[in-house]
């Protein structure tokens, strides 16, 4: 019998073409990958415009030298990296909910005054009718999704733009807060429970083991992923990088829960230390909208209809269910969001969620690298832009500013961010990615 393999040389040269082709085409997915050549190409992806969370790094790392070097006493004292987690909480939870919608190039203007709504459902139940605080959390929350429902709906099946779907509640929504508390008003939270989640502190030894078993979760999490993916021959990280991030995660967790179980206390006759346990509650929810966006199918479609719905649509998906659960989703997150402000101000009032809080919220996102044209961004975005937001704020505060300053360096800042999202985008529509 004669030897039955094949060369290429015995190949036509016409079918020679698409042997190669089809030799290569999944070769990016099984090649090797070093340091060197997932380095290359990193730089190859922020020259094409795909800059990720890089720009907000570089500005929380500048923001913290400023204000360092202006106010070195007092910046970086233990009560004031308490005070700058507690004041990104709410904003933070907005901001998740929003990464959610502008994934798919929309945008929801009633988010802000939703948590107000939300806020003040939950403050009138534990105050006005006497129901117990999972009563009226479960109520505030379950007010955030009909709003949602309502503002989906009316976007995906009624096909209203967003805008104008949104703003209309903007309005509307602050006459039902008005309505509920009263003109001039404003609604007590005292539930000890309600009031802890931004005013009071996890044992120290509780904080401790939070902040391990998630250093240790993630890390486990990570090196099984690059386990199976290498046992598989498909394309992973080198694991150096990999033993990296797991190292840089762990110490930022470790680091933040040193500072905060110091005593913060101003008198030495009490104690004040421990992580808010409104830290814990934000820690989950990243979690949560990570791995929905990272992990699930659902999160891959809301990035395929973010990035070219008429596709999405094409290829099977639902375009107009998950319009509607985007929706459902940020006034849900605004929901909590309206808990938490409720709980670190210890009372509703009917500007609750009104003013500069939406601002913030959509700031925190876009700032923290999540596109305003769709399809990019992840649910840490929420986290670094809020971190941001804070630091200015608090900063400035620090600094004696005015208000009208305030507001002049903070919309500085977001219109900054909304112009490098414009000229990365620009500059991936140009190198067709």
């Given at each position: 019998?004669?030897?039955?393999?094949?060369?290429?040389?015995?190949?036509?040269?016409?079918?020679?073409?698409?042997?190669?082709?089809?030799?290569?085409?999944?070769?990016?997915?099984?090649?090797?990958?070093?340091?060197?050549?997932?380095?290359?190409?990193?730089?190859?992806?922020?020259?094409?415009?795909?800059?990720?969370?890089?720009?907000?790094?570089?500005?929380?790392?500048?923001?913290?030298?400023?204000?360092?070097?202006?106010?070195?006493?007092?910046?970086?004292?233990?009560g004031?990296?308490?005070?700058?987690?507690?004041?990104?909480?709410?904003?933070?939870?907005?901001?998740?909910?929003?990464?959610?919608?502008?994934?798919?190039g929309?945008?929801?203007?009633?988010?802000?005054?939703?948590?107000?709504?939300?806020?003040?459902?939950?403050?009138?139940?534990?105050?006005?009718s006497?129901?117990?605080?999972?009563?009226a959390?479960?109520?505030?929350?379950?007010?955030?999704?009909?709003?949602g429902?309502?503002?989906?709906?009316?976007?995906?099946?009624?096909?209203?733009?967003?805008?104008?779907?949104?703003?209309?509640?903007?309005?509307?929504?602050?006459g039902?807060?008005?309505?509920?508390?009263?003109?001039?008003?404003?609604?007590?939270?005292?539930?000890?429970?309600?009031?802890?989640?931004?005013?009071?502190?996890?044992?120290?030894?509780?904080?401790?083991?939070?902040?391990?078993?998630?250093?240790?979760g993630?890390?486990?999490?990570?090196?099984?992923?690059?386990?199976?993916?290498?046992?598989?021959?498909?394309?992973?990280?080198?694991?150096?990088?990999?033993?990296?991030?797991?190292?840089?995660?762990?110490?930022?967790?470790?680091?933040?829960?040193?500072?905060?179980?110091?005593?913060r206390?101003?008198?030495?006759?009490?104690?004040?230390?421990?992580?808010?346990?409104?830290?814990?509650?934000?820690?989950?929810?990243?979690?949560?909208?990570?791995?929905?966006?990272?992990?699930?199918?659902?999160?891959?479609?809301?990035?395929?209809?973010?990035?070219?719905?008429?596709?999405?649509?094409?290829?099977?998906?639902?375009?107009?269910?998950?319009?509607?659960?985007?929706?459902?989703?940020?006034?849900?997150?605004?929901?909590?969001?309206?808990?938490?402000?409720?709980?670190r101000?210890?009372?509703?009032?009917?500007?609750?969620?009104?003013?500069?809080?939406?601002?913030?919220?959509?700031?925190?996102?876009?700032?923290?690298?999540?596109?305003?044209?769709?399809?990019?961004?992840?649910?840490?975005?929420a986290?670094?832009?809020?971190?941001?937001?804070?630091?200015?704020?608090?900063?400035?505060?620090?600094?004696?500013?005015?208000?009208?300053?305030?507001?002049?360096?903070t919309?500085?800042?977001?219109?900054?961010?909304?112009?490098?999202?414009?000229?990365?985008?620009r500059?991936?529509?140009?190198?067709?990615?």
């Open positions: 019998m004669g030897d039955s393999s094949m060369s290429t040389d015995d190949i036509p040269k016409g079918k020679q073409t698409a042997v190669k082709l089809a030799e290569t085409d999944f070769a990016a997915d099984k090649r090797e990958h070093d340091v060197g050549s997932a380095v290359a190409d990193y730089w190859t992806r922020v020259r094409s415009g795909d800059l990720g969370a890089i720009p907000a790094i570089l500005g929380l790392v500048g923001l913290v030298v400023l204000f360092t070097a202006l106010r070195p006493d007092t910046f970086l004292s233990k004031n990296i308490a005070n700058l987690f507690i004041q990104a909480l709410p904003y933070t939870i907005l901001a998740l909910g929003l990464v959610f919608v502008l994934l798919l929309e945008i929801d203007l009633s988010a802000g005054v939703a948590s107000g709504v939300c806020g003040a459902v939950m403050a009138k139940l534990i105050t006005d006497g129901q117990p605080w999972y009563v959390v479960l109520a505030a929350v379950v007010t955030g999704v009909v709003i429902s309502v503002i989906g709906w009316l976007v995906a099946w009624v096909r209203i733009p967003s805008f104008v779907v949104t703003l209309a509640l903007f309005l509307g929504l602050q039902v807060t008005l309505k509920l508390i009263g003109e001039g008003g404003t609604v007590p939270v005292r539930d000890d429970v309600i009031v802890a989640i931004a005013n009071k502190n996890m044992p120290i030894w509780l904080g401790w083991t939070l902040a391990v078993v998630t250093a240790l993630y890390g486990v999490s990570q090196f099984l992923r690059w386990y199976r993916q290498h046992s598989r021959g498909l394309h992973a990280k080198p694991v150096q990088l990999i033993a990296a991030r797991v190292a840089v995660v762990a110490v930022v967790l470790l680091l933040g829960t040193f500072l905060l179980s110091r005593d206390a101003p008198s030495p006759l009490i104690t004040l230390a421990g992580v808010p346990w409104g830290v814990p509650l934000v820690a989950v929810l990243l979690i949560i909208a990570t791995f929905v966006l990272g992990r699930t199918s659902y999160g891959r479609h809301v990035y395929a209809v973010g990035g070219n719905a008429e596709a999405a649509r094409r290829a099977g998906i639902n375009v107009n269910r998950i319009r509607m659960s985007v929706f459902v989703i940020g006034s849900t997150l605004a929901a909590i969001s309206g808990i938490v402000l409720a709980s101000l210890n009372s509703v009032a009917p500007g609750s969620g009104g003013g500069n809080t939406l601002l913030l919220g959509v700031g925190a996102a876009v700032i923290g690298g999540t596109s305003l044209f769709g399809g990019r961004g992840r649910a840490r975005d986290i670094l832009g809020g971190l941001v937001i804070a630091v200015i704020d608090n900063g400035l505060g620090l600094l004696g500013t005015k208000a009208y300053a305030n507001y002049l360096i919309g500085g800042v977001l219109l900054l961010a909304a112009s490098i999202d414009a000229i990365a985008s500059r991936r529509s140009a190198t067709g990615r």
